[in-house]
C-alpha cells in the first residue's frame, strides 16, 4: 500500500476507512429499518399528525428525519473526506438513500411516500454540510489570527 493510500484510508482518525464505512452502512440501515415499521403515534394516512393548516408546521417526525439525515451524512463525510467533495458526496448519498426510503414506503399500507419528508432530509443532510464548512471557515480565520497575532 502506498503512503498516499495508507493516508486515505487512515484519514485523520487512525482508523481504516471501511471503519467509517460500516458504522454509515450500520445507520442507514437503522434508518431504512425505522422507516418502514409500523408506527402507533402516525395518523392512518401515514402523515404525521397535525391538521395542516400552515406551510411551516412542524410534523412530530420532521426532527427525526432532519437530525436523522444530518447523522448520516456526518458518518459517509468520515469515509469520504471532510473536504467539499467528500461532503457534497455524502449529503448526496443521504438525500439519495432518504428519496428510496420514501419510495420504499409508498406501497406499504401503514407507511405512504411524502414529499415533505423527501424535503426535511435533504434539509438535514444539505445543512450539515453547511454547518461543517462554516466550522471549517471559523477555524481557518481563527488560525490566521492567531499566525497574526504571533509576529
Known sequence: MSPADRRRDDDTTGRPASADWRGTVAFALALLVASVIPVSWVAGDGAAGGSGAGALEIGLTDPFHLVGYAVLTVLASRALGRRRRGLLL????????????????????????????????????????????????????????KDDETE
Open 90 to 145: 455524502a449529503a448526496a448519498a443521504s438525500v439519495t438513500l432518504g428519496f428510496g426510503v420514501e419510495l420504499v414506503q409508498a406501497p406499504i399500507p401503514w407507511r405512504s411516500f411524502a414529499w415533505r419528508d423527501a424535503a426535511v432530509n435533504g434539509v438535514g443532510a444539505v445543512g450539515v454540510v453547511g454547518l461543517v464548512r462554516a466550522r471549517s471557515a471559523v477555524r481557518a480565520l481563527t488560525r490566521g489570527k
